[in-house]
């Protein structure tokens, strides 16, 4: 069964950085691609970033928001993923979710985890 | 930037038939999911590569995509479709979802 777990959500202040993580079970972690996404207070769904498998060299894809600011990594041996934020701004608040495309559907977010609430407030 | 537009919210009795549509420019060329989101829980894909059930999810559910338009359509819907619902599609590498639309049964 694939299990996606988030961590490392809490409150930061303006400016500030944090790292996520996701730990992942249940699969070949370095066989797929990963994906984080995030929901702001009572609004829709956002895509924030994605990086490849080993096939594809591990290349990563960020949202135009997060460019620049958040940087998403993994470590195979760890099964886990990572999103580092930096020069955090008040609208980057929200549930950040981890999540694992389909097999054979890169293009669709088959996995998800269960969210971790990010609060960017002084 | 690409954008996807959905209906704020759609009602539908129960057991009848909910149309959510999904549109964008030459949309149809590309490949789209619906997400299902209920209160405090996180999404879960119903439709993928436009027309796709995933495993455990209902017959009921079904997509279609062409020209600017995908929709997403619910046949015999029950209570317990009651939910947000999402589009997405993927631009220059970049994942795009659409606004999203209250799906209420009444």
């Known amino acids: 069964e694939v299990q996606l777990v988030e961590s490392g959500g809490g409150l930061v202040q303006p400016g500030g950085s944090l790292r996520l993580s996701c730990a992942t079970s249940?699969?070949?972690?370095?066989?797929?691609?990963m994906d984080w996404l995030r929901q702001a207070p009572g609004k829709g769904l956002e895509w924030v970033g994605r990086i490849r498998n080993r096939a594809n060299s591990y290349t990563t894809e960020y949202a135009a928001s997060v460019r620049g600011r958040f940087s998403v990594s993994r470590e195979n041996s760890k099964n886990a993923v990572y999103l580092q934020m930096s020069s955090l701004k008040t609208e980057d608040t929200a549930v950040y979710y981890c999540?694992?495309?389909?097999?054979?559907?890169?293009?669709?977010?088959?996995?998800w985890g269960q969210g971790t609430l990010v609060t960017v407030s002084s | 930037s690409y954008e996807l537009t959905q209906p704020p919210s759609v009602s539908v009795s129960p057991g009848q038939t909910a149309t959510i549509t999904c549109s964008g420019d030459?949309?149809?060329?590309?490949?789209v999911s619906w997400y299902q989101q209920k209160p405090g829980q996180s999404p879960v894909l119903v439709i993928y590569q436009n027309v796709n059930r995933p495993s455990g999810i209902p017959e009921r559910f079904s997509g279609s995509n062409s020209g600017n338009t995908a929709t997403l359509t619910i046949r015999g819907t029950q209570a317990m479709d009651e939910a947000d619902y999402y589009c997405?599609?993927?631009?220059?590498?970049?994942?795009?979802f659409g606004g999203g639309t209250k799906l209420t049964v009444l």
């Open positions: 030459k949309l149809g060329g590309r490949h």
């Open positions: 249940g699969f070949t972690f370095s066989d797929h691609y």
């Open positions: 999540s694992r495309p389909l097999e054979g559907a890169v293009t669709a977010f088959g996995y």
């Open positions: 997405q599609a993927w631009d220059s590498r970049t994942g795009v």
